[in-house]
T-cell receptor, first 120, second 112 residues
Framework: KAGVTQTPRYLIKTRGQQVTLSCSPI?????VSWYQQTPGQGLQFLFEYFSETQRNKGNFPGRFSGRQFSNSRSEMNVSTLELGDSALYLC???????????????????FGPGTRLTVL | DQQVKQNSPSLSVQEGRISILNCDYTNSMFDYFLWYKKYPAEGPTFLISISSIKDKNEDGRFTVFLNKSAKHLSLHIVPSQPGDSAVYFC???????????FGAGTRLTVKP
């Protein structure tokens, strides 16, 4: 089974521009989460999409947005880029299993290789 | 707001010895914890997890210990191997929520 893929792998932009990153989850996975990794900050949760709807959102400004398509592929968009947006952006997919009560449970997330964004 | 903390940015151990990576969290509502390993130029890969109803989970050379009263978990690797050299992230979440909070990571170096 193919893993999570992300495109592009590397990107260089200038301040003020906008960027769109793409993520294709593992086949059958319906949940896609996005994370930002910067040195010393670890991975910070951006948002999670499930069934084309944003289900969870981290503490990032509105310049960061995303969407999910019917085939579970997801895109993340950052508008008006700032120097501090330079980071590795990781997406992760998961099955979205449900517990006995029917409520969603925490799944093991499988990460893609990331997109390295550099803002000049 | 760093709810999950890994206070040691790096750790170096000799091959064959035990590696102990530590993680602290502040949110007592977290009830599911995971460890991920990350090699350069790759995304994190899942290693081992533990739910709050347990205090220990073992998988081969890897054991995770959870101390809920201290809000502390640790990952033990015994025996350590040079191939274990990587950055290790701990993560925590609520059991019904995929919003995981990660620590900043600890770089483990296992010397031959």
């Amino acid at each position: 089974k193919a893993g999570v893929t992300q495109t592009p792998r590397y990107l260089i932009k200038t301040r003020g521009q906008q960027v769109t990153l793409s993520c294709s989850p593992i086949s059958g996975h319906r949940s896609v989460s996005w994370y930002q990794q910067t040195p010393g900050q670890g991975l910070q949760f951006l948002f999670e999409y499930f069934s084309e709807t944003q289900r969870n959102k981290g503490n990032f400004p509105g310049r960061f947005s995303g969407r999910q398509f019917s085939n579970s592929r997801s895109e993340m968009n950052v508008s008006t880029l700032e120097l501090g947006d330079s980071a590795l952006y990781l997406c992760a997919s998961s099955l979205n299993t449900r517990g006995l009560s029917g409520a969603p449970t925490t799944d093991t997330q499988y990460f893609g290789p990331g997109t390295r964004l550099t803002v000049l | 707001d760093q709810q999950v903390k890994q206070n040691s940015p790096s750790l170096s151990v000799q091959e064959g010895r035990i590696s102990i990576l530590n993680c602290d969290y502040t949110n007592s509502m977290f009830d599911y914890f995971l460890w991920y390993k990350k090699y350069p130029a790759e995304g994190p890969t899942f290693l081992i997890s533990i739910s709050s109803i347990k205090d220990k989970n073992e998988d081969g050379r890897f054991t995770v210990f959870l101390n809920k009263s201290a809000k502390h978990l640790s990952l033990h690797i015994v025996p350590s191997q040079p191939g274990d050299s990587a950055v290790y992230f701990c993560a925590a979440s609520l059991y019904n929520n995929n919003d995981m909070r990660f620590g900043a990571g600890t770089r483990l170096t296992v010397k031959p």
